[in-house]
């Protein structure tokens, strides 16, 4: 496996993600701006759960180590979805007009220090799940 860049003295730590075969690898800046729980229906299919735990990033701040040339992209330029192409594994999704991507935490191996802050989109979320948690809840987005 290829190794992650080494921090600097001072810089945030990299974190090393991957997909559930392993074909694709990469890392990305432990600086996310936010975290959220999205029970919107395109995640929860997308996911094949309940809601996608996601953390959001500047698109510059995510590389991919491996595997690049076997990634499966869905849908456009600007807002797309990043995908295993061997075992299926939704990675990231490339959103806000392409500058950012919101990194699925359960991809990543290693512990970022962000936590989800909220759920968003619960107006649309799947009947059969219920919230325990005391997080705030969105019915959309903000």
């Known amino acids: 496996m290829p190794e992650l860049p080494a921090n600097a003295p001072g810089e945030p730590r990299t974190l090393a993600g991957q997909c559930l075969c392993g074909a694709v690898r990469y890392a990305v800046k432990d600086e996310f701006r936010y975290a959220l729980n999205c029970h919107c229906s395109n995640c929860r299919r997308a996911t094949g759960s309940a809601f996608k735990p996601f953390a959001g990033i500047e698109r510059g ?52 220090s962000i936590r989800p802050t909220a759920h968003i989109f619960v107006g649309s979320k799947a009947p059969w799940f219920t919230i325990t948690d005391d997080l705030p809840q969105h019915d959309e987005f903000g």
């Open 61 to 112: 701040k995510l590389s991919v180590m491996q595997g690049e040339d076997g990634l499966l992209v869905f849908g456009e330029e600007a807002a797309h979805d990043v995908h295993c192409g061997k075992c299926g594994s939704l990675l990231y999704s490339v959103v806000r007009e392409g500058a950012y991507v919101h990194v699925t935490l359960g991809t990543l191996v290693d512990t970022p």
